[in-house]
């Protein structure tokens, strides 16, 4: 299987400020990785897929880039509302396997 | 729009089954393949399944093989998830995510709890 690790596993930032995020996976995995958001007590969302192809109604701010095994989501001013928790999925080849995830919170 | 919804909570004992639902809304349920995703307490996601709403053929993660089967109902737009033999780390959300790669709408998830 195909292993995603994260860094870090928690980011403190302000808002207004800069995230990024970085996503790794064990093995090339061209660019077939998906970003999701998940606040609290929610189902994730889709935010990226294809490494930097924004969905539907998600905000400029969030861009992804990236391909083969190094990934970055960056968040160019956080929001109240960003603060969440991300995680990435590749979809290179079954099984689909998704990282542990990083924490945004409140600096 | 685009709506899955799951059925309810369930409470289960060690050994038994559940299956849960998941009903399709808005679009043209044939179109998109649906996935099972599971997610235990405090911990990242967990890719379970996949079900072609077309053609009903399946692919199952292995951690799952031989305990899960995943279904299609096309006249009522509802896919469904069994897991059987239960055991306390099953417990967990589990959410039907609709797509053949990425998962674009989710379900709101369905809380099963494993307990004797």
């Known amino acids: 299987d195909i292993v995603m690790t994260q860094s870090p596993a928690t980011l403190s930032v302000s808002p207004g400020e800069r995230a990024t995020l970085s996503c790794r996976a064990s093995q090339s995995i061209n660019n077939n990785l998906a970003w999701y958001q998940q606040r609290p007590g929610q189902a994730p969302r889709l935010l990226i897929n294809d490494a930097s192809t924004r969905a539907t109604g998600v905000p400029a701010r969030f861009s992804g880039s990236g391909s083969g095994t190094e990934f970055t989501l960056t968040i160019s001013s956080l929001q109240p509302e960003d603060f969440a928790v991300y995680f990435c999925?590749?979809?290179?080849?079954?099984?689909?396997?998704f990282g542990p995830g990083t924490e945004v919170d409140i600096k | 729009q685009v709506q899955l919804v799951q059925s309810g909570a369930e409470v289960k004992k060690p050994g038994a089954s559940v299956k849960v639902s998941c009903k399709a809304s808005?679009?043209?349920?044939?179109?998109?393949?649906l996935n099972w995703v599971r997610q235990a307490p405090g911990q990242t996601l967990e890719w379970m399944g996949w079900i072609s709403t077309l053609h009903g053929n399946t692919n199952y993660a292995q951690n799952f093989k031989g305990r899960v089967t995943i279904t299609t109902d096309a006249s009522t737009s509802t896919a469904y998830m069994e897991l059987r033999g239960l055991r306390s780390d099953d417990t967990a959300i589990y959410y039907c995510?609709?797509?053949?790669?990425?998962?674009?709408?989710w379900g709101q998830g369905t809380l099963v709890t494993v307990s004797s």
């Open positions: 808005g679009y043209s349920f044939s179109t998109f393949g």
């Open positions: 999925q590749q979809y290179y080849k079954w099984p689909f396997t």
């Open positions: 995510a609709r797509d053949d790669f990425y998962f674009d709408y």
